[in-house]
């Protein structure tokens, strides 16, 4: 029972690709790389990082990673470089500048939208009189004389 539970357990771990032989020495630049590459998407699996990707591109942006902390850029540098060389899609989290803020903002500006129209259509449905005071007295004399019949 607690070999099935710490079997359990274990699968519950995210699993970590990185190979041994990408790891570097420098435990500090090794945190770095490992810390960057959990905020860098795989461009084949889509919805991984590259830390928890198995594909040959995630292992090659693994290394590049770890290549240029080794060259000594900042994290700041590393992530830039990479994003100039594969473009914005690259970062599991975009950054809100440019084109990016139209998606940022669309989901609260559809919500403030929808509320909106909503309010505009409740009071519209609140100002509708009832149809018997809309009638004048002759016409409501002359609505009870057809419903006598």
Known sequence: MIRAAVLFLMMALPAYAVQPDEVLDDPVLESRARDLSQGLRCLVC?????????????????????????????????????????????????????????LWFAGPAMLLAGLGVAGVFVRRRRGVDAPDKALTDAERARLAEILKD
Not at 63 to 79: C, F, M, N, Y
């Open 46 to 102: 889509r919805n991984e990082s590259i830390d928890e990707s198995n594909a040959e591109l995630a292992r090659d942006l693994r290394l590049l990673v770890r290549e240029r902390l080794v060259a000594g850029d900042s994290d700041i540098q590393a992530l830039e470089f990479i994003v100039d060389r594969y473009g914005e899609y690259v970062l599991l989290k975009p950054l809100p500048t440019g084109s990016n803020m139209v």
